[in-house]
């Protein structure tokens, strides 16, 4: 069962409808300017297997509720999986990576305050003009990340112990 949406998945919206890459699909269903910048709600579908890179917000929280599938989320020293159901909240300033599981996920994430839905909406693709071929524009991305005070800390498959000092004479 496939838990990426069609073309449809939020008709109410369909001009705050993304794709970031190959990988992640975001409706916007609440955004900063409706909660004067209280938080906003996204609703995510992350294909199977992929992850985000290794970062951190210094502006905002972010908290997870999965719908479907699984994810797995590095925060800090802690390591969670995520199922149907579940929620998680990923503190300011915690260093953080998360990967879908085998089937993909679905998450409604929320940003406390606002801060997420915006970083989609200035750097990812409209749905509708997504293709096979669409590709993240890292550059912007990592502009755009930056200036809404995300760290960018490593690239997608490394985890929070990969930040960790090795021992003298360890590689």
Do not use: C
Request: charged fraction near 20%.
């Amino acid at each position: 069962m496939s838990l990426i949406p069609s073309l449809s998945s939020n008709p109410d919206h369909p001009g705050r409808q993304y794709a970031l890459g190959q990988e992640l699909r975001v409706s916007v269903l609440t955004a900063a300017e409706e909660t004067e910048g209280r938080h906003d709600v996204t609703d995510s579908f992350m294909l199977a297997g992929a992850a985000t890179p290794l970062h951190a917000h210094t502006r905002y929280e972010e908290r997870l509720w999965v719908s479907a599938g699984l994810l797995t989320v590095w925060a800090g020293d802690e390591k969670v999986t995520l199922r149907s159901g579940d929620f998680y909240t990923i503190p300011l300033r915690v260093p953080h990576a998360i990967a879908a599981g085998p089937d993909g996920a679905r998450a409604l994430n929320i940003s406390t305050p606002a801060g997420f839905a915006e970083v989609i909406a200035r750097t990812a693709t409209p749905l509708h003009l997504f293709t096979e071929a669409t590709a993240l524009d890292v550059e912007l991305f990592n502009a755009v990340a930056e200036e809404m005070g995300d760290l960018l800390l490593g690239p997608p498959g490394s985890t929070p112990a990969d930040l960790a000092p090795k021992p003298p004479g360890t590689i």
